[in-house]
């Protein structure tokens, strides 16, 4: 089975700075799918980011972006201009193209400070 | 549109015991997934369903648990013989086709076995 591995239990920023969280996974698959989900208090994951493996360009969404590096397996978060309602807990995801199911990360719990 | 919903939010069971919660897919989603999320984890594929059948049901722990969905809409997972174990947030997903879209979460059901 896939791993997926977020060495970063904790993480804190300041209101309005840049916070990178990092994530590596090991397969031995070519096409495949990373996702970022975002878990506040209410439980419910909600998806921040997506990124195909076969697309070279990184993904962004608004002020979330992804660092790809294929060949190292990484993945990692980049949050611009941090925001207190993005304190969550964040959790890496791996999906196969070819599969169902999605391999997650023990997740990285944010923090922002005002 | 309305979410996948689960209920109940919060189940209290005695050891022994038997349970089942239900998940609502978001309508027209065929796909559904169910998941554990033991404290400090990330979740846990559990099962996943296209349409009425399990499709993959790899991940089921062991004989006391099963899942239905009878009419390839709502589906009910379903634990015999609770153990303190069984304790996580069970988190159900939906999504529009099986690959390679991404899955909509619920806000889980919190189980705790006394």
């Known amino acids: 089975a896939q791993t997926v591995t977020q060495s970063q239990p904790e993480m804190s920023v300041q209101e309005a700075e840049t916070v990178t969280l990092s994530c590596t996974y090991d397969?031995?698959?070519?096409?495949?799918?990373l996702f970022w989900y975002k878990q506040p208090p209410s439980r419910q994951m909600i998806l921040v980011i997506r990124q195909e493996a076969y697309k070279q360009q990184n993904a962004t969404e608004n002020r979330f972006s992804v660092n790809f590096q294929k060949a190292a397996k990484s993945f990692s978060l980049k949050i611009s201009d941090s925001q207190l309602g993005d304190a969550a807990m964040y959790f890496c995801?791996?999906?196969?193209?070819?599969?169902?199911?999605?391999?997650f990360g023990t997740g990285t719990s944010l923090t922002v400070i005002p | 549109g309305a979410g996948v919903s689960q209920t109940p939010s919060n189940k209290v069971t005695e050891k022994g015991k038997y349970v089942e919660l239900r998940c609502d897919p978001i309508?027209?989603?065929?796909?559904l997934y169910w998941y554990r999320q033991s404290l400090g984890q990330g979740p846990e594929f559990l099962i996943y369903?296209?349409?009425?059948?399990?499709?993959?049901d790899s991940g089921l722990p062991n004989d006391r648990f099963f899942a239905v969905r009878p009419e390839g809409s709502v589906s009910t997972l379903k634990i015999q013989r609770t153990e303190r174990g069984d304790s996580a947030v069970y988190l159900c997903?939906?999504?529009?086709?099986?690959?390679?879209?991404?899955?909509?979460f619920g806000p889980g059901t919190r189980l705790t076995v006394l």
């Open positions: 309508s027209g989603h065929t796909a």
């Open positions: 995801a791996y999906r196969s193209s070819s599969g169902n199911q999605f391999y």
């Open positions: 369903f296209q349409g009425t059948g399990a499709a993959d």
């Open positions: 997903a939906s999504s529009r086709q099986a690959t390679p879209d991404t899955q909509y």
């Open positions: 397969t031995s698959e070519s096409d495949y799918y």
